[in-house]
């Protein structure tokens, strides 16, 4: 092989690496974790709803991940369904359809849980997001938040969610917010801190799933 020729192959392959780091630049991962303790399982229905939007707007390369939060959730067994969309479109709707037929049968076989371990969930979301590391990285929490951890469930340390977006869906009332609404302002104004020092990129709450749309917003 010439030198010039050499030289050639060198300049097309480096153009072609930072082809493809552009491109993941603008992927998007999106964790989500939810809710499966108590009576919040009759919301699982309203989170189809967020995961439809999520499948017809996710890109060819993003990620998507969609987990249980349980009694203790620190754990691969409770992710649903994971995917990284394949590059071509035939494929990445394949994908899609298998992905949604997973998230049907966890729909309809849901079992509550007796404790609610968001702090766990979060913690495995931001492994998976790190580990696939997309351009963008979101984790949307389809809870209550009211987080309660049985007696053997340690979470009282700092998390970190450096770059991570975080946003809580569907955010429901509990019997005591109806009495004292200062007791649902302060849950979400706790966990608004705890994901911040963190080092989240962004906290959000969303309680009106006609406005999806904020959900794939870059960051």
């Known amino acids: 092989m010439s030198k010039k020729i050499f030289n050639l192959f060198i300049i097309l392959l480096i153009t072609q690496l930072a082809a493809c780091g552009d491109n993941r630049l603008h992927t998007q991962g999106v964790y989500v974790l939810i ?13 189809r709803q967020l995961i439809n939007y999520l499948l017809a707007n996710l890109n060819t390369g993003d990620s998507l991940a969609v987990a249980k939060v349980e009694s203790k959730s620190f754990s691969e067994k409770d992710i649903v369904a994971k995917v990284t969309f394949d590059r071509r479109p035939s494929q990445a709707n394949q994908e899609k359809r298998a992905f949604n037929q997973k998230i049907e049968a966890f729909a ?29 990285k979101t984790v949307i929490i389809f809870s209550d938040m009211q987080e309660e951890l049985g007696k053997e469930t340690v979470r009282d340390f700092p998390i970190k969610l450096d770059g991570i977006r975080v946003m809580a869906v569907n955010v429901t009332k509990l019997n005591t917010d109806n009495t004292d609404p200062r007791r649902y302002l302060d849950r979400l104004e706790w966990w608004k801190k705890r ?25």
Do not use: F, M
């Open 108 to 136: 309809k076989d849901v079992k509550g849980s007796a404790y609610t371990d968001i702090t766990g969930g979060l913690i495995q979301a931001a492994e998976y997001l790190n580990e696939a590391n997309p351009g963008h």
């Open 195 to 219: 994901v911040l020092e963190a080092g989240a990129s962004e906290w959000y709450v969303i309680n009106d799933l006609e406005h999806l749309d904020r959900v794939l917003g870059t960051q």
């Open 35 to 47: 809710d499966t303790s108590g009576t919040y399982t009759q919301q699982v229905s309203k989170a």
